[in-house]
């Protein structure tokens, strides 16, 4: 190999790093801000149950968390399954909301390095 091939090849290897660094900060970005807002969804459902006042809720939370810690672990683990099964829906169905910001994060990082 000569030295322009060699340059070549090593330009297009920094260029696919570089795509590869990008997109992953991007991605890790898309996937926080996912993550943030079904978080948001279920501490909006908490702030439902207590009729959109901070007394209400705090007064729901004491409740479910005295009922919670009197529970046997068998309740405790259905009820924490069907916590996280809401988390997980709400994290799908934002992520599904937002499936066009994932699709140009690879797409405006790929052209922007041709």
Do not use: P
Not at 41 to 47: I, K, R, S, T
Not at 83 to 108: D, N
């Amino acid at each position: 190999m000569n030295a322009v091939t060699m340059r070549n090849v090593a330009q297009a290897s920094v260029r696919r790093s570089q795509f590869g660094l990008a997109a992953s900060l991007r991605m890790t970005g898309w996937l926080a801000v996912t993550l943030l807002a079904s978080m948001g969804v279920v501490a909006l459902f908490f702030f439902a149950i207590g009729n959109f006042t901070i007394s209400g809720t705090m007064l729901q939370l004491d409740n479910l968390a005295s009922r919670y810690v009197a529970a046997d672990a068998a309740r405790q683990a259905q009820f924490n399954h069907l916590l996280a099964t809401g988390a997980v829906i709400a994290f799908c169905a934002i992520g599904f909301f937002r499936r066009s910001g994932l699709v140009r994060i690879f797409k405006e990082t790929e052209t922007s390095h041709d």
